[in-house]
């Protein structure tokens, strides 16, 4: 079983101070995959400081040198790998980014290009942004042939670009709600990887203010049993004392686990020998 994590909203915002203090004992057990925003908006956001938030313009990451810096250092330790989080992350009247803005596929191909040349790795994941999605932002995302890590993500064929895994893929999970007895709108974080055409997907499940170890070790053990594989996303600058400590239980709950193998986030991607 391949256990991963993901950490989203890093960007020119980011202190690298503020990723050291979540993640110190962390990225020598796990790599994280950190999804990393090319060039952030500047508005009220909490992931934003507050002298920031009447900027209104995108700050591109190499704006902060000291946190380009620390991400080098971190990947060529083999600490963290790097996810593309949306091209600005702002949001529009009518939707989050990558279900709203007008030029989907070049902010893909713009800041994937961006990240892979300004820290020197190759970037073949994408977050979306508020894991907010638009049929438009899922053809984009095939299109440039990005694996997708989100969480609830619809699964409904009329929601999704049509493609000949489309059906089979829904039925799979349908297949799986109804032998773990859900009911049409219960909680679901399907275990697999869901391969399309050109990409593929997987789901994870979140830490943020409010859950607690119990949770994520039932979700954990559901995957376990039903021979799926588990990936935690969380956002550093929520992660204070209380989710720091989930955090750390949850890992030594995993590592106890026999099978239980510690992977960067793109590995839940490889197929399976
Ligand atoms: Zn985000």
Not at 61 to 71: K, S, T
């Amino acid at each position: 079983m391949k256990v991963a994590i993901r950490d989203d909203d890093t960007s020119f915002f980011t202190q690298p101070e503020q990723l050291e203090a979540v993640y110190h004992d962390v990225w020598d057990r796990v790599p994280v995959c950190l999804a990393v925003v090319p060039h952030a908006m500047g508005f009220a956001d909490k992931a934003i400081p507050e002298k920031y938030w009447q900027t209104h313009r995108p700050f591109p990451l190499e704006e902060n040198p000291a946190i380009v810096a620390r991400l080098r250092e971190l990947l060529s330790a083999g600490r963290v790998t790097i996810a593309q989080h949306g091209f600005t992350h702002e949001d529009f009247p009518d939707g989050h980014e990558f279900q709203a803005a007008p030029d989907l596929e070049s902010r893909l191909v713009r800041g994937q290009a961006y990240l892979e040349h300004l820290l020197g790795t190759r970037v073949r994941v994408f977050v979306p942004p508020h894991n907010a999605l638009s049929k438009r932002g899922l053809r984009a995302i095939s299109g440039a042939g990005l694996n997708l890590l989100g969480s609830f993500l619809s699964f409904r064929p009329s929601l999704r670009p049509w493609e000949p895994q489309t059906l089979p893929n829904w039925w799979r999970v349908r297949a799986y709600r109804t032998a773990t007895g859900r009911a049409k709108r219960d909680r679901l974080i399907y275990p697999y990887v869901l391969r399309y055409r050109r990409h593929a997907e997987f789901g994870c499940h979140g830490l943020i203010p409010g859950t607690t170890l119990e949770e994520l070790v039932r979700g954990f053990e559901e995957a376990r049993q039903a021979g799926g594989d588990f990936c935690l996303a969380t956002h550093y600058w929520e992660v204070d004392g209380t989710l720091k400590d989930v955090l750390r239980r949850f890992l030594d709950h995993a590592e106890r686990t026999p099978g239980v193998t510690f992977v960067a986030a793109e590995q839940l991607f490889d197929v399976r020998h």
